[in-house]
């Protein structure tokens, strides 16, 4: 039977790391495997690895990190491994610098028994003790005699089922790649478990296969059901049941919320007809749904706006080629924003069959001129009124059930969106002319305030709720025809990465080495409008310097509002400023003062790093 240390050779193991940042490490321990002759291509496994990260970090917390990829370029399962005292900074879950680092490489047709070594050697690292000794051992003999010694116990394939005798919790874990953070999510929930008492079976969905797989009897007898995982999970097998959803890092690194959560079934009641409820039937995945039709309508938005742009930049009403462009972005793309939109909030809600429906809402929002808000409602309300068929229709027989898909839902679903929203649009439209007459309104102190308004919300969350619904906010102006929120809303969401980069250039003396690397790449990602950048920053140093960023997002977002800049493209960063509406030169400087107003302000605060 294999072992843990027989993918592993005194050639693929660094007992002292000296690189310092997540990027040099990789490249090593890359190194190390094509010297122990290991891969093909070092280059393409190389490429292979950084792109799982790019996924989500491998770094777990506790100071492990498990950098991984299945790639053509590996010859066999190896795995390398590699120790730094002083810790590397791998933008980790936890904010806090790795010590034992674990290099996996998979070949593309890896079997079944080498993908469950590759589980245990997850779950091990969960254990305190193993990682106190791996610190502790200063030899390559000691290193595998510490893994052999915690290979003797077997990774639970499919574990006997739990007693039923008093209540317990069910859990399905799974990421995207299925190698490291599946089992590692899982093991801590079996570990917190254990520790409060409480029977838990967890369901694996890794690159191995289903294992543990959940029986009826046990998710039935179930006081609630916990999904850590980043990839679909299957829900209908727990209608009826309290369903407590997370992401796979969150099983890894807060098992003992979601455990608690969960035995005060303190999650929405799911019903397989009618989605996620509270008990008192008050809906907690609208933020869901709503996120699934912008991220399906966002393409169209973007691809329209720019084609939008260039049109009215060479002048439409003129040039024969801008006519067409005109037509094709400003006309027929944009006629599918809220077609897309509500389509696919419908489908998140009810599957497929509530796809037609919701579109037809969408598209008779957008004919009555009910603007986003009316594309919104016609979405959730689409897949509301299918879900109500399907329960109808659970009642009827199976052998014509099996109709309903072509026939009932769409036609009963486009039917009665219709009847619903013909005479709602007028009353939706006079709202949304109202705020507009509104806005046209404004004083030029009151647009100052509202760009200031908009910046800062943008990087309140950096990337969370508010800042998405702050963006969804942007694009209902953005359709009304409103394009000057836009600008604002892009200028304070580029703020919080530009910052953090320019803080880390401008005060070298109170960032480390590692930092300085680690920060400087948000100059790209605050460039291509990705606010997210900033996230391992304010999270290391727990929300100290949230203030001067929310300082020079507000600065951006007025300097925008005062200059009357608009965007009709609501994404693209920097490469979109070209396209702006007034003078770009003005938007830049916004850019380029705001997020000099935010470095200072970090560098005067900070400290020094040790």
Not at 160 to 169: K, L, R
Not at 206 to 219: D, Q, S, Y
Not at 408 to 419: A, H, N
Not at 439 to 460: H, R, V
Request: charged share 20%; glycine share 10%.
């Amino acid at each position: 039977m294999l072992r843990i240390t027989d993918l592993m050779t005194e050639d693929t193991i660094l007992l002292k790391m000296e690189e310092r940042t997540k990027t040099e490490v990789i490249n090593r321990m890359v190194e190390k495997l094509d010297e122990a002759g290991v891969l093909y291509n070092r280059q393409e496994f190389l490429q292979s690895v950084l792109k799982r990260e790019e996924q989500s970090t491998t770094g777990f917390g506790n100071g492990i990190a498990i950098p991984h990829a299945k790639s053509k370029s590996v010859k066999k399962v190896t795995i390398a491994f590699a120790k730094s005292v002083e810790g590397v900074h791998f933008e980790s879950l936890d904010g806090k610098p790795v010590n034992l680092l674990f290099m996996i490489a998979v070949p593309e047709n890896a079997n079944q028994t080498h993908l469950d070594i590759l589980a245990k050697l997850a779950t091990v690292l969960m254990k305190d003790d193993a990682r106190i000794e791996l610190l502790k051992a200063e030899s390559t003999d000691k290193i595998r005699e510490i893994l052999h010694s915690f290979d003797e116990s077997e990774f639970s394939g499919d574990k006997e089922g739990i007693s039923e005798e008093s209540p317990y919790i069910v859990a399905v874990t799974g990421c995207p790649t299925g190698i490291a953070h599946t089992y590692m999510a899982a093991q801590a929930l079996e570990e917190q478990a254990a520790k409060l008492g409480i029977g838990l079976k967890v369901e694996t969905n890794g690159a191995a296969g289903v294992k543990n797989h959940l029986t009826k009897r046990e998710i039935e007898n179930a006081a609630s059901v916990i999904i850590a995982s980043d990839t679909k999970v299957n829900l209908a097998r727990f209608s009826g049941k309290h369903l407590i959803i997370a992401s796979v890092a969150d099983g890894m690194i807060k098992p003992e919320v979601l455990l608690e959560k969960a035995l005060k079934q303190d999650g929405p009641f799911y019903d397989y007809y009618d989605g996620l409820e509270t008990s008192n039937g008050r809906r907690r995945d609208f933020y869901q749904h709503l996120m699934s039709g912008l991220s399906n309508m966002l393409p169209f938005a973007v691809g329209g706006g720019i084609l939008f742009s260039i049109a009215y930049l060479i002048g439409f009403n003129e040039n024969p080629f801008a006519q067409s462009l005109h037509f094709i972005g400003g006309q027929s793309v944009f006629s599918l924003l809220l077609p897309i939109l509500s389509g696919y909030i419908a489908k998140s809600i009810a599957d497929r069959p509530g796809f037609a429906p919701g579109a037809v809402g969408g598209l008779l929002a957008a004919m009555d001129g009910a603007g986003l808000l009316g594309g919104i409602i016609a979405g959730f309300l689409s897949g509301w009124i299918v879900n109500l068929l399907k329960r109808a229709v659970s009642r009827i027989s199976p052998s014509f059930s099996a109709m309903t898909t072509i026939l009932v839902y769409p036609v009963l679903g486009m039917l009665l969106i219709g009847m619903i929203m013909l005479p709602v649009n007028p009353y939706i439209e006079f709202f949304n002319d109202r705020i507009a007459n509104t806005f046209f309104g404004l004083s030029p102190s009151l647009e100052i305030i509202i760009g200031a308004l908009l910046g800062m919300l943008m990087a309140i969350d950096m990337g969370g709720p508010i800042n998405k619904i702050v963006y969804l906010i942007g694009i209902g102006f953005l359709v009304g025809g409103i394009y000057e929120p836009m600008a604002a809303i892009m200028a304070g969401g580029m703020i919080p990465p530009l910052a953090v980069a320019l803080a880390s250039t401008l005060f070298k003396h109170k960032f480390s080495l590692a930092e300085q690397k680690l920060y400087r790449g948000n100059y790209v990602k605050g460039l291509c409008f990705m606010t997210e950048g900033a996230v391992p920053f304010v999270n290391t140093y727990r929300k100290r310097y949230l203030l001067p960023i929310l300082i020079g997002s507000g600065c951006a977002g007025a300097i925008s509002m005062a200059a009357g800049v608009g965007l009709a493209t609501p994404h693209g960063g920097i490469f979109v400023v070209p396209l702006v509406f007034g003078q770009w030169y003005l938007y830049v400087l916004a850019i380029i003062i705001s997020s000099l107003i935010s470095a200072l302000l970090i560098g005067v605060l900070k400290k020094q790093s040790a």
